[in-house]
């Protein structure tokens, strides 16, 4: 779990740092670089399809296509995105007054800072074999984009830090009763499907589409639930 404290206190030490700048952002600085953010995630997710697209068999390819869609449907039914986006109104009910959007901050920041390559793998490698050097990347990473997120977004950028806390700290635990499920095929199928989530968040934030990513989360995670079925059978 050291890694996914280290990251969890990064992005409470960025966010605030972000918040002192925030007073001196005009409204169109802020929305410049909230622009340029959007586009940095769209790369982001690119990166990621692009990194592992060459290990993706065709099986693969169906296994990323299946999990969005049954993963959607399951995320739809639950409707995560209307509870996620509640609890943020919520919270920002409570600190009225005190950092500006704080569910557009907390809903895109929890989003962005969880279902990416690094947090799925580097929880993973911390769960498994007890490194966290990804996940030590990952905090640099997180800490500069709440720096730039808080300076625009307010305190909700640094309360998504429970979030990957929770989130990266499940995952972590949970790794180490998965070790005979999690190859490399059901993490690279994971990958993908975080890499799909986050070019949809990217285009969120350009205001190009309006996409319930946070219903799309089960998809994550259906790969390995795939992968103990096929055992199973076999």
Do not use: W
Request: charged content about 10%.
């Amino acid at each position: 779990m050291l890694g996914t404290v280290v990251n969890s206190l990064a992005i409470i030490g960025g966010s605030l740092i972000g918040m002192m700048v925030k007073g001196g952002l005009s409204e169109k600085v802020s929305k410049t670089v909230m622009d340029g953010l959007a586009l940095c995630v769209l790369f982001i997710g690119v990166s990621n399809i692009i990194g592992i697209s060459e290990k993706l068999d065709s099986n693969g390819f169906l296994v990323v296509i299946i999990s969005i869609v049954i993963g959607g449907g399951l995320g739809e039914n639950i409707d995560i995105d209307k509870r996620i986006e509640s609890l943020g109104k919520n919270i920002e009910v409570k600190l009225k007054g005190k950092g500006g959007q704080v569910a557009e901050g907390f809903v895109t920041s929890s989003l962005l800072f969880c279902i990416g390559a690094m947090a799925i793998i580097g929880s993973l490698e911390s769960g498994l074999a007890g490194s966290h050097k990804t996940l030590f990347a990952k905090s640099v990473l997180d800490g500069i984009s709440s720096i730039v997120f808080a300076s625009s977004l307010g305190i909700g950028v640094m309360i998504s830090a429970i979030s990957v806390f929770l989130y990266q700290g499940l995952i972590t635990i949970g790794a180490t009763f998965l070790k005979a499920v999690l190859i490399e095929g059901v993490i690279t199928n994971m990958t993908a499907v975080g890499g799909l989530l986050i070019i949809a968040l990217s285009l969120n934030m350009l205001g190009t589409a309006k996409i319930k990513v946070a219903n799309l989360l089960p998809a994550i995670f259906l790969p390995i639930i795939y992968q103990i079925v096929s055992s199973l059978i076999k």
